[in-house]
């Protein structure tokens, strides 16, 4: 029966893995006692021609979990019975260890059905009915997972006892499998009540407490009353049965509204997930960012995060879905409220401590222009004063950059760039989008940038971040180092962002009719602006991660006719309203820092001008310019990049130098030239 009921995948943590086990020197370490876990192995060995685990090989042993004969007894740990036999053998530095991990229902293939999703695998210690209930409905989406051996050779090399060396190995086996238990599955999740128990008995809010109830037992009371409410104001409740709804929603959303979510470089991810706290940092264009995400870390079997969410969001039916997909929710401004922002700094700091990984949007809300909008401080700044008390743990921030070929939000935008008031966000205005769901969206880009190391970063920028400790009883946010390395770091994270760019087809489009102000445009002229365009952001190597459409222009021009974006349509011409250019402002500036240098050149010789004086001009200004798009390039290299573009751009025949150093148009790309110097004069005030 279990064999019909079992049917596992094998996953391994490097190739290397791969060839080991199938060497007879192999020993099996699993991290459960559970027959069904053994079984699993059993089968993923028989079908793949790996070494076999026997018991008369001896060559597997099971973890025990800890075991008390009486309940006021403390827990202790057991060893195997095989585990002491191998550190007493005198040939066991020559095995190979392969720690091992099981699965049931983290598979690939995502559930099906939400009784699999109760019977998932968890950091609960299961019942053998449970066990057996979770072979039942999730036997057939099962993952066993290979790791790395261990170091046997170092180990069963020393000098110790044999009860030191099993004491040891056991150790070291049980924090190999909490740390990629905890990557896969998310750390061990106490309920809600639990942790708010803990962030109201932290040591910096019951000061804040004591400091405001001024010895009086009635506010006293009424403090803790108020922190207990902040505590339940703020705290995610993530609720599997929910996040399986979610995953069949955006399922059908990605795959019938957009033509998928495409994720590039999760890879990477998989990579870092182990023994590190993720801090997802993505760009902020849609309401959809919230979810694009958690779906593609969920179907990629990586941890979902817990998500900050604005308290604007907090809205009857939606905040509940919200809550129980992973969001926790933070007010805008703290002001004066100090016990509100003590509660929210120890929820940030208990999700830290407890191994979770968390998702923010640095700029706040999302963008209403299409380009990045500045980070603000606050939770950089939290995270960074949470990261003193994380010396065992290394914190990643992941900057991610997610594009839309068409956004929902694009006509409320569009009205607000207008001037039209921004409206409080309420369920109404938010399920308005939903108009937008019967029409094609596109394709939708979620790419992951270089990752910043916060301890390295620190080091760097803070050399005595270490030393000079904040106190977290103490109003801190005007210590010299935290308040000038925020927002280098807030920088830093939108820089990786902005270097993760997937070019979609209406950013390209946008930028060529961006000088263009004839309703009706030429097919032919516009292909040969996409060439150029497409071209000149090839050529400038902004970046390896870069990506640019892969159809031609002429297919880029019918695709964005597909979006809707013009509708009237000929042959030969297409004519576009001001209205509809209007609307493609937007996807024109989520590319702009790509172009804008080679804006800035076109705009400055439109007469001509001596190479030195333009380099000079630009030195003057690129501060600015750094500061506002968010461009990798320090000034000592400033003058390097602008040669280099020059050079380019004369390459592709945009500009001409002549004998005497004096930059000028090419006479047969006028057209071309003028739109990119537009990119430039519409973006900042001329000079």
């Known amino acids: 029966?279990?064999?019909?009921?079992?049917?596992?995948?094998?996953?391994?943590?490097?190739?290397?893995?791969?060839?080991?086990?199938?060497?007879?020197?192999?020993?099996?370490?699993?991290?459960?006692?559970?027959?069904?876990?053994?079984?699993?192995?059993?089968?993923?060995?028989?079908?793949?021609?790996?070494?076999?685990?026997k018991r008369n090989k001896k060559n597997f042993f099971q973890l025990k979990g800890a075991k008390r004969l009486f309940p006021w007894q403390k827990p202790r740990r057991r060893s195997p019975r095989e585990l002491h036999e191998l550190a007493r053998d005198s040939k066991s530095k020559d095995k190979i260890i392969i720690p091992v991990d099981v699965f049931w229902g983290k598979a690939p293939d995502r559930q099906d059905h939400w009784v699999k999703l109760i019977f998932r695998d968890s950091w609960e210690a299961g019942s053998f009915l449970r066990n057996f209930l979770k072979v039942i409905f999730n036997g057939r989406q099962t993952s066993v997972f290979f790791h790395k051996p261990l170091e046997t050779e170092e180990i069963f090399t020393q000098k110790r006892s044999s009860d030191h060396l099993v004491l040891k190995t056991d150790r070291l086996l049980r924090a190999r499998f909490r740390k990629n238990r905890q990557a896969k599955i998310g750390p061990d999740i106490s309920n809600k009540r639990t942790l708010i128990h803990a962030i109201l008995n932290s040591s910096s809010v019951k000061q804040e407490i004591k400091v405001t109830s001024k010895g009086s037992a009635r506010l006293e009371n009424i403090q803790k009353r108020k922190a207990y409410k902040y505590a339940l104001e703020i705290c995610s409740d993530i609720s599997y049965p929910v996040i399986y709804l979610y995953d069949k929603a955006l399922n059908w959303f990605w795959n019938n509204r957009y033509d998928g979510l495409e994720i590039i470089g999760i890879e990477k991810i998989n990579n870092l997930a182990v023994g590190n706290s993720l801090i997802y940092t993505p760009s902020h264009r849609s309401h959809i960012d919230y979810l694009a995400l958690s779906y593609e870390l969920y179907t990629n079997n990586l941890m979902l995060p817990q998500i900050v969410a604005g308290k604007n969001l907090n809205l009857p039916f939606l905040g509940r879905i919200l809550r129980n997909g992973g969001a926790f929710f933070m007010r805008r401004s703290f002001g004066p409220n100090k016990l509100y922002s003590k509660?929210?700094?120890?929820?940030?700091?208990?999700?830290?401590?407890?191994?979770?990984?968390?998702?923010?949007?640095?700029?706040?809300?999302?963008?209403?222009?299409?380009?990045?909008?500045?980070?603000?401080?606050?939770?950089?700044?939290?995270?960074?004063?949470?990261?003193?008390?994380?010396?065992?743990?290394?914190?990643?921030?992941?900057?991610?950059?997610?594009?839309?070929?068409?956004?929902?939000?694009?006509?409320?935008?569009?009205?607000?760039?207008?001037?039209?008031?921004?409206?409080?966000?309420?369920?109404?205005?938010?399920?308005?989008?939903?108009?937008?769901?019967?029409?094609?969206?596109?394709?939708?880009?979620?790419?992951?940038?270089?990752?910043?190391?916060?301890?390295s970063f620190l080091d760097k920028h803070a050399p005595n971040w270490q030393k000079d400790t904040i106190d977290l009883s103490e109003d801190t946010d005007k210590k010299s180092w935290l308040f000038e390395v925020?927002?280098?770091?807030?920088?830093?994270?939108?820089?990786?962002i902005n270097k993760a760019t997937v070019v979609t087809s209406s950013g390209l489009f946008a930028a060529s009719i961006c000088d263009i102000s004839d309703k009706e445009i030429d097919k032919e002229r516009l292909v040969f602006r996409l060439d150029v365009l497409r071209k000149v952001i090839e050529i400038s190597k902004y970046s390896e991660l870069i990506k640019l459409p892969n159809i031609s222009s002429s297919e880029i021009i019918e695709k964005i006719k597909k979006l809707k974006f013009y509708k009237s349509d000929m042959p030969k011409t297409l004519e576009i309203s001001k209205n509809e250019k209007n609307l493609m402002e937007f996807y024109k500036n989520n590319i702009l820092h790509l172009l804008i240098l080679q804006a800035y050149v076109m705009y400055k010789s439109r007469k001509k001008i001596k190479k030195n004086d333009l380099i000079n001009d630009f030195i003057e200004i690129f501060p600015q310019i750094k500061k506002d798009f968010f461009i990798d390039l320090s000034l000592s290299n400033a003058e390097e990049r602008m040669c280099k573009i020059l050079d380019d751009l004369e390459e592709i025949n945009l500009l001409k130098i002549n004998s005497n150093d004096e930059i000028s148009w090419s006479e047969n790309k006028r057209d071309v030239a003028g739109m990119l110097a537009s990119l430039w004069l519409e973006s900042l005030p001329a000079d």
């Open 1 to 53: 029966m279990l064999n019909f009921l079992i049917n596992p995948d094998a996953e391994f943590e490097t190739e290397e893995v791969k060839r080991l086990v199938q060497s007879r020197k192999v020993v099996y370490a699993l991290s459960t006692g559970s027959s069904f876990d053994l079984n699993a192995l059993i089968k993923t060995a028989k079908r793949n021609n790996f070494s076999l685990p």
């Open 343 to 455: 509660v929210f700094f120890e929820h940030l700091r208990k999700l830290f401590q407890r191994g979770y990984s968390i998702e923010f949007f640095p700029e706040g809300g999302r963008t209403r222009t299409g380009r990045l909008l500045p980070p603000r401080p606050g939770i950089i700044s939290m995270i960074i004063k949470s990261f003193q008390d994380m010396d065992d743990r290394d914190v990643k921030f992941l900057p991610i950059s997610i594009s839309y070929e068409k956004v929902l939000e694009g006509k409320s935008h569009l009205k607000e760039a207008k001037g039209q008031k921004k409206k409080k966000e309420n369920l109404t205005s938010i399920l308005s989008t939903i108009s937008d769901f019967r029409g094609y969206l596109g394709n939708a880009y979620l790419q992951f940038g270089e990752p910043v190391d916060l301890k």
């Open 486 to 496: 925020t927002p280098l770091l807030g920088s830093k994270i939108m820089t990786n």
